[in-house]
Each structure stands twice: as C-alpha cells, then as structure tokens.
C-alpha cells in the first residue's frame, strides 16, 4: 500500500534551470523532444499550503502553468505585478524573466513542461486563461488525485496533467509562432520517424533541398535549436521511452538510437537531462 503524501516533510526550493521544485511529482528531465502530444511533461504539483513564495529573477528553458485555490501570491514581469488567485490560471512560456511573489500559505496547483512549438514573443506576459467549465473540472479533480492512496497514483496524476495540458495549449488566449515551413517540417518528421538513422547535417541538408549553411540557419531560426541538438533530444526521449517501457540493456538502447557504444549515450544523456541512464531507469522503475 502506498502512504499517503506527506505535504509538510518537503520544501519548495524553487525551479529554475530545473523544472524539479523538490515537492511536486516529478516525470520527465529536460533535453528530451516533445512527440506526438507537442510537449514534454517535467512536473505536476499540488501543494495545500504553499508559503513563502518568493523566488525572484526567474528565468527557465520550460514552460509552466500554475493555478492557485486562494488569493496571496502573484508573480511580477517588469514593474507590473499580477495577482494569482482563484478563476485566474496562468501560463508562462519559456525563457521569460518574472518574480514570484508570496508568503501566506496559498493551496497551489502547478505543471511545469516543454512544447514542440515557441510562443508569439509579443503576447502580454503572464498568458491568462479564463477559467472554462472544463479547466474548472480539472483544477477541481486535481486535489483529490494528489491525495490519493494506491499504486497508481503516480500513473493518474500523469494522466490528468497530460489531459489538462493537451486542453490548455489548445486554448487561443495561447498565440503561437507560425509552423515550420515545409523543409524543416519535413527533416523535423524525418527524424523523430527515424531517430536512430545516421543524421547528419548535410544528409538533413539534402532533405530540405537547402544549403548546409541555409538549413543550419533556417532550422535555429525556427526550432530554437542547432539540428544537432534536436536530433540529440529526439534520441534521448527515445532513450527514455525504451529504458521505461522495455526491459533492453542500455548497449542495445545505444545501438538502436545510432550512438557509437553505451558511454556516447551515456554522455549526451547526462549533458541533456542532468542523469544518468543508468539512474533514470532506477527512478522511473521505483515510481
């Protein structure tokens, strides 16, 4: 039988470059691609009496979105401070520089993600969602499930959140950048189909018809990213995936994903994620 989850034994100790605050129920680490949802799940977080919220000059590589029960905490973007409270949900795209204000003890609900596509850098920050009849059941549903006794506790909790995320990115209070044009959306297909092929900037070149020098620069210009480093993220989420769900040695993991030998994975798994392979799948095996 699981225990029930103490939420006086932790301390919230902020996420910065992490997305791991120390009291929510953690999932994915960074450096991993998106699939087919269009992000990434990091953390989800319920905290009934969340205080001394104050964490200034925030700024991080993830996405959040946060929801508080009871008015008392806000976060500050400039001289401009918005207030956090009921029928108020909030998301914050990455790479935003904000302050996290608060000392009253506040009931929080909080994600803390990834997405495939960057947001439109001219929208007014924090993005403010209103409060749908749908968002209202989910932020009602995610207290009791964050309670929750039993095994499977920790596999609805990842439900839920992937559910309440997949409707909250769909919201159009949420402006995107546009698509990728079609070259870079066909090498973008080509490698998460792929992921263990031979990629390589000239053969990516060729199947974006452009130039080395042209796809390199269209690539970061709309993947916020070197295509080096997005075929990485797309090894080691595959990684992730096969070290989860099947029972392969982390040399045959290697082999799959086109790495030379198990310490290349090993390296580019620990510069991307911050674990090792090996210390992944003890954590994923023990949640």
């Known amino acids: 039988m699981s225990k029930v989850p103490c939420f006086g034994a932790r301390r919230n100790v902020g996420a910065y470059e992490r997305p791991f605050s120390g009291v929510g129920e953690e999932f994915e680490p960074l450096g991993i691609a998106p699939g087919a949802t269009g992000f990434v799940l990091h953390e989800a977080g319920y905290w009934p009496n969340d205080r001394y919220w104050n964490f200034p000059n925030v700024y991080s590589p993830f996405w959040r979105a946060m929801y508080d029960y009871k008015a008392g905490h806000a976060v500050r973007f400039g001289g401009r401070v918005t207030p956090l409270g009921p029928g108020r949900l909030f998301v914050i795209p990455n790479h935003q520089r904000f302050d996290c204000l608060g000392d ?35 932020v009602d549903e995610f207290p009791h499930v964050f309670r929750a006794r039993g095994p499977d506790r920790r596999a609805r909790i990842r439900r839920l959140s992937e559910s309440f995320l997949l409707y909250l990115l769909g919201r159009p ?8 044009p079609g070259p870079i959306a066909r090498v973008v297909a080509a490698v998460n189909e792929r992921p263990g092929e031979g990629w390589r900037n000239p053969g990516l070149a060729r199947l ?7 796809f390199i620069r269209a690539f970061r210009k709309w993947m916020n990213r070197t295509p080096a480093r997005y075929v990485a993220e ?27 030998d198990r310490f290349c994975l090993s390296r580019v798994f620990k510069r991307l994620t911050g674990f090792s392979p090996a210390r992944y799948r003890r954590s ?4």
């Open 234 to 260: 797309v090894r080691i989420r595959e990684a992730c995936r096969m070290m989860t769900e099947t029972d392969r040695s982390i040399d045959a993991v290697a082999d799959a994903l086109g790495f030379p």
């Open 104 to 138: 009253p003890p506040v009931p929080s609900l909080w994600f803390a993600f990834s997405c495939a596509r960057s947001a439109d850098p001219r929208q007014p920050m924090p993005i403010r969602v209103p409060l749908t009849p749908v968002l209202r059941a989910f």
């Open 173 to 180: 209070e949420i402006r995107w950048q546009p698509p990728a």
């Open 208 to 214: 974006a018809c452009m130039s080395e020098d042209g």
């Open 284 to 287: 994923r095996r023990r949640g």
